[in-house]
Structures are given as structure tokens and as C-alpha cells.
């Protein structure tokens, strides 16, 4: 959010610099204006004044011609009449400058235009004075005649000059007033922009500031965050890496460094030295990788060998993906770990199972083998001695016929013995095949199973509803079978064996002993009322070989209870037993629901 | 070709099984001609022969050296001029996988040798006895194992 800030920033701050140059540009312009309108009126002023000199002048050089003209006449020297020639000259010269001066004014010209014409007028009676001077004609009234004209003609000269004077000077007025109503504004306008120019240049510097504190806390942050992932880094035991893809360049952590061995920074990041380092066998797998980067978004965890600085071979895995930052460029970040300890714990506990799975495969192919082997030369003694019996029975001693009936038992049990071994490996070895089955199926059948002896006993077994489970058939039938035949086995000599078989579907909370990973379990009870047993055995009997009679007494094995506790855990259920001394046992099957 | 005598094969390498086997017959009234073979080559060698008897059942031990009794099978179940031969295996195991290889490979019935001799005599006599055509129609896994 904070970033989104300073990523807008540039863009407010290029506004304001462009309206900043516009506005100074502006003001530039105004000032030149300014300038070349003062430039202009200054030009004026020194323009009228040299035409009020001139003009100054032109009259002054008209008053000595007729000063010259004067002193002639009454005086007849001819040195009077140096200043009337000269003074010619200079009045046209000076009208010429006047004219120039005066030609962006027509007021100014027709003014002139009007002197011109006084000026020559003068002029031709100064001429015609003299040429009656020179002539000798001396006419009192005629040349009081001509002075009068002349001075009529050069009051004219002098009205129309002073007249010419007076003009100039409105014109400069007017000029300067024109001026002045420029000048008056113009300052404020620049006033205006200036302070405007300022806020908007305040504003900037304001937002710099912020974006600058900004930029600090964040870099602030970024450092901790820096300084918080080495360290995560170092204990973690693993390394960064990033690749720019703009400039295809690698950058390595300072971690990443130290764990090839390596001073941080101590070599430019490139992928080929970062090759160099990689176990010859993994070289061609890790290229393969590498290449992947740049063809697929994410880089699945691998593992490979390295050959660290100092020679030594560890173990390592790489995961990355790529990453599109804020600016919208996209960098490829990985991180590196060394999982050389959890690589070898893992080889080590995979060797270790694979030598469990050895010896476990090799006692249960024991077990079956000498179970089933030692079947052979068993039936062998069993045949051979029903034959002894049938054939020469009759012709053994009292104590030769006892002990063959001893063998005869000795060989029933042992042939029990093997056949309950026999299955106790089947339900180990045999392929664990899981199938949707009725359960009051498979206890029907295992009732069947065990018809001729259940009517021997007259036993009654009673059972409600059983569930439809997902289990290993066969072994459900044969759980079924053991524990039936095992509350046969030990039922009250003189009582009709009831067998009571009832489910019900509960939760693990219920049962202390019930884990929490599987919410729901069939409960499914065999309830006998046989001659039970002592609640201290309740675990005992499930033990392999374990009997709570002697063999004299009751039949057994000590296997049918340790084949069905291997049944319900190959269907990952509890089984547990409860019993009564003289009134029943019950056990407790609890299945996955 | 005597008909009035039943011929039976028996291919056991276990020398007292065929003792007991003979013995079985012996003391069985029934008119019978037990010929037993040592191992599976032995037997197939008789059964291959144009000149011998062909039993109208064989009983067949499914370990024995050289040719084992589903080797055995395979062979006879092959030959056209066999393969209506009763089988019987006759075999001290009873693992569900033997029962279910030699039913699918066209074996009849599944005995296992008994450990009593009186229940030997009794297997044999219903054996030789069975009506095969009648027997063979009903056929399923469930009556391929003989019970007693």
C-alpha cells in the first residue's frame, strides 16, 4: 500500500515540474516584453528631447540669419552676412534631422510640413531685404514693409515650433502614460505566478519530504527484513538466489556463498560458476532443471550433490518460481537449502526399512514354510498310527496301547499347533485385498464353519444387524471363527454356550483408546457366558502363545486371540477383552467406519 | 483293455503316500488298477506313450521334483487325447492359492491328504466312484475342495 504511494509519486512530481517550466517560461516572456517595452519608451524620451533640441536649434540658427541680416542692413558689413549664409546651410540640415527624427509622427510632419513653409517664407524676405540692401534701393516703406513681414513670418516659425514642441511633448505623455498602464499591471501578474510557482514548488518539496521518509521507513523495514532472512538464512542452513531475466543476471546471498564453501560475495554470481560447484553425476539433471526455468513458472523442489569448496559432498535442494515485482518486471527467486542431514537420515531410515521388510519377509516365509512343511511328516506319523491302531492294536501291551494313544494326542496337538501358526502367518503374508462386504454374510459363513461343533455343544449364537464394511473378507470370516470358537472353547462344561454378537456405530470419543483420526467406528461385541477370566489378563491373552489354562483342561494354542488382534490391526481397529471369572468374556472389536 | 478294472494313476515322489495309496486300495473292494510314478516326467512319459492304459482317474501331487503336478495339468489339459482324464489333485496343502490355481487349469478335485487312514480309504473310494460327467457339470470352488 505504501509502495503504491511512492510508485505514483514520479508522476505527480513530473506534473509539477512541467507547470513549474510553463510558469517560468511565462514569466520570461512577460519580462522580455517588459523590457523591450522600456527599452522603447526610454528611446522616446531621448527622442523627443533631441527633437526639442533640433528644434531648439533650428530656430536659434533662423534668429542669427535674421540677427546677420539685421546687422548688415544697418551696418552694410558684409562680414554680418557670414552667419545669414551659414545659417542656411544649417537650417536645412537641421530640418532634415528634425524630419528624421519626427517621421513615425504625422501629426509631427504636417506640423513640419507647415514650417517648411514659414521657414522658406522667412527665408525669401530675408532674400528680398537683402537684394534691396545690395541694390541700393532704400525705401524706408518698403523695407519696413518686408521687416514687418518678416517678423510676422518669424513669430509663424516661432508659434509653429513651439506648437511642434508642445506636440512632442503630448506624444511622449501619451507614450509614457501607455506605458505606465503596462507597467502597472505586469508586476502584479508576476507577483501571481511567482507565488503560484512557489506553492506548487512547496507542494513539491512537501511530497518529496514524505516520499523521502517514506523511502527511508521502507528501506528501514526492507533491512530488518534483509538482516532477519540472513539470519533465517545462516540457521536455516539454506541460500537465496535471483535471476533478472531483463538482464539475465544472478545474485546470490550471502548464504548462499557460505554454503559452497565460499566468502560471501567472493565470486560474481553467474549460473555457469554455480554449475562448477555441482556433483559431475548431477551435472546433466540440474541443466535440465536450470533450463526449465525459463519455460515453465515454477521450479519443483529438486535435489542434487555438490562439491563444496573444501571438497566435501552435501546434499542439495532447490525450489523457485517466478515472481512479478511491484515495477512489473519478472525476477526468478530460489532458495537453496542444504538437506545433506535429512538426506542421509532418510537414506539411513529407508535402508533400515528395506532391512525390516527383509527380515520381516524372511520369518514370514519362515513361518509359513516350517508350518507348512512340518505338516508333511506329521501326517506321515498320523497315518502311520491309525494304521497301528486298526491293524495291531489289539496285539500291544496295556501300557503300549497307552502310549500310543499319548502320541495320538501329542500329534492331534501339535497338528492344531501347526495349522493355528500356519494361519497366523497367512493373515501376515497373503495379499491384502479390501472389499465392500456384508458382514452378516461373512459371519454366517463362519458359523457354517463351525456347524458340527456348535451342535455338538448346542451353542446358540445371537447377532443383530451387522454393517457392510470395506474389509479383507477372509480375515473377517476368520476373526469371526476364532472368537466363536474360542468362546466354544472355553463355555461352562454343563451350560448351553449363548454367544451374543451385537454393532452399533459410535465416535472416538466415546472410547479412551480410540484415536482421534478417525471420527467414526463400529463397535461390534461377542458376548459368551462361558467361564471368562480375570480383567489383569485382558491383555495377555492376546499375546502370541499365551494361554490363561493349562492344556490339560482346555485345548489351545495360545495363537486364535493373536491372529485376531492381527486382524483387526490389518483393518487399523482396536480389539479388546473383558472378562468375568465364571460368568463370560466379551470382546470388543471396534472398526473404521 | 480290461474293463472291468478302474485304471488309476497316482504321481507322488513321497514313497510312503504311495504306500498308503496302494494300501488304500488294497483293502478297498474295488475292482482297481493303481499304477503310481515317481515324478511328473515319469507320468507324462507313461501318458505320452501310445501303448499304454489310460486311467479313467489320476491323482496328481503338486510338488514333486523334476515336473511339479501343475506342469503336470497344463501338459495333460493341452493334450486333446488326455484331456478328458479325471484329475485329482492329491496334495498335503491346502493354501488357497494351490486350490485356485489348479481349478482354473482344469483340475476336478482338490484332496487333501488326509492324516487318518480309515479317512484315506474313505476320499479314494468316493473319488474312484464319482460320477465325473455329473460331478464335472456342478463344478464351482466351493465343491472343488473334497470334504469329509
Redesign the interface.
Known sequence: MRYTQLQKSPVFLKIIFVISVAIIFFIGGITFKHITVLKKSSAWVSNSHEVNAELERLISYIKDAETGQRGYILSSDKSFLEPYYKSKILVRKSFKRVSKLTANSRTQQSNLKKLLFFINKRQNYLSKSLYLKEQGIYDQEILKNNLIIGKQTMDSIRIKIEDMMITQHRLLKNRQQEYESTMNYTPLLIYLTLIVTLVLITIAFIKMNRDLVLLKNTINTLSVANEANNLAEIVGGCGSWQLNFETNTYTFSDNEYRLLGCEPQSFEASLELFLNFIHPEDLEFVIEKTKSIHTHNDLAPFTYRIIKKDDKIRYFRTVGRIVTIASGDKTFIGTTSDVTDEVQAQNLIEERNRELENNNKELTAFNYIASHDLQEPLRKIETFLSRLVIKDYSNLSKSGQQYVSSIQSSANRMRVLIHDLLQFSRTNKGEKVFKEVDLNVLLENAKQELAQIMEDKKAIVESNELPTLNVIPFQIQQLFINLISNSLKYSKAKTAPIIKINASIITHNEEDLLPNSNSKYYKISIEDNGIGFEQEYAKKIFILFNRLHNKNDYEGTGIGLAICKKIVENHKGFIVAKGIPDQGATFIIYLPA | MNTDFINICLADD?E?DRL?FT?AFDELKINTKVSTFNDGVALMNYLNNENSVLPSVLFLDLNMPKKNGVECLLEIKKNEKLSDIAIAIYS??S??EHIEETFINGANIYIK??????D?KKILAEVVTINWQYHTSGLNKDNFLMRM
Do not use: A, V
Not at chain 2, 113 to 118: L, T
Open positions: 513321497d510312503d498308503f494300501d498335503t496343502s493354501s488357497e491328504k488326509p492324516n487318518d487312514f480309515e484315506l
